[in-house]
């Protein structure tokens, strides 16, 4: 079968990708949004160096697969000549933060699906992993749900789940890993038996479970923060790039954060003081360090993971 792919990127999406192709089948285009491409691929693309088949980029490169950008699709005139021409069977969205519109979706009757990166019907929307682990609850509900795709957020009919809870021991990248292991595991088994018509999606339970949207504060270290809140989030989300470090100076961007290092003393009441690798600031009860997150860093700690974990690899 020929799949349309909605994706961003990185290890979980790539694992969906290679999966579907080592089925026999093709993908006819890998949809990216607009105003995802510029930062969507960058820690993709040199993941792909070391290990091509946890690398979007990589596939497509070696598959010969078109990487497409879009305008959001409920207001992109062109789509139904964008999907007449490219003449795909499946729609598969993986890792977008794309809302798929019902003109898109009535194109796809059946046939339309999306991963998510947690157990359903728990934290719907954009940002479930994050979610779990500023709530401290991805052990609970940490998993990959393969759902059909409906007009409502993640609230399709499940087709199957694999339960990956956190391990916080291992952290973020090492987690994501093991989810995207279950997410190829998913594409062999749930979506190919589902899309033979031997396996019938099951409807979420009506009422229930929860959705959860983070912002840019709840990855945001500043003053406000304890030392010991302060490595708290460093320890869950420096692996993600995502944590940033607050400028004093309003004019300035915040810096990416990838580790606490140390707590230095009591509060100086000195400014932010930045250097080549660290950072020193002020939390609200110590003067505290942290390291610098730079590009690359992450894909680094994927390969390092990849490798801990290739024994268990189909």
């Given at each position: ?18 999966a579907w192709l080592a089925g026999g089948n ?265 390291g610098r997150h730079f590009q690359g860093m ?17």
């Amino acid at each position: 079968m020929k799949a349309l792919i909605l994706t961003s990127g990185g290890p979980v999406a790539a694992r969906i990708v290679n999966a579907w192709l080592a089925g026999g089948n093709s993908v006819s285009a890998l949809w990216v949004g607009q105003k995802m491409q510029r930062r969507a691929f960058q820690d993709d693309r040199v993941l792909g160096l070391g290990a091509p088949t946890w690398s979007v980029t990589a596939l497509a490169r070696r598959h010969r697969i078109p990487i497409e950008t879009h305008p959001k699709l409920s207001a992109w005139k062109d789509a139904e000549a964008a999907l007449e021409r490219l003449n795909a069977d499946v729609l598969i969205t993986a890792m977008t933060l794309e809302i798929v519109p019902r003109s898109v979706l009535s194109r796809f009757e059946g046939r339309a699906v999306n991963f998510h990166p947690a157990l359903l019907p728990h934290y719907r929307g954009p940002s479930p992993r994050i979610g779990m682990m500023l709530d401290d609850t991805a052990s609970l509900h940490g998993g990959v749900t393969l759902h059909c795709l409906s007009p409502e957020i993640d609230k399709g009919d499940i087709v199957g789940a694999r339960t990956v809870p956190y391990d916080a021991t291992q952290g973020f990248i090492n987690w994501d890993v093991r989810l995207a292991r279950a997410a190829g595991d998913l594409v062999e088994h749930e979506l190919a038996s589902y899309l033979r018509g031997k396996v019938t999606a099951t409807p979420q339970p009506a009422a229930s479970g929860s959705y959860r949207r983070t912002d840019k504060a709840d990855v945001t270290l500043s003053a406000e923060h304890s030392a010991e809140r302060t490595k708290w989030l460093c320890d869950r989300l420096g692996e993600t790039g995502l944590l940033r470090l607050k400028s004093e100076n309003a004019a300035k961007k915040p810096q990416r954060v990838a580790s606490f290092l140390r707590t230095l003393g009591p509060r100086s009441l000195k400014p932010q003081r930045s250097g080549m690798f660290t950072m020193d600031f002020d939390s609200a009860d110590a003067r505290v360090r942290v390291g610098r997150h730079f590009q690359g860093m992450q894909a680094l700690g994927y390969l390092r993971a990849i490798a801990q974990t290739r024994r268990d690899e189909p």
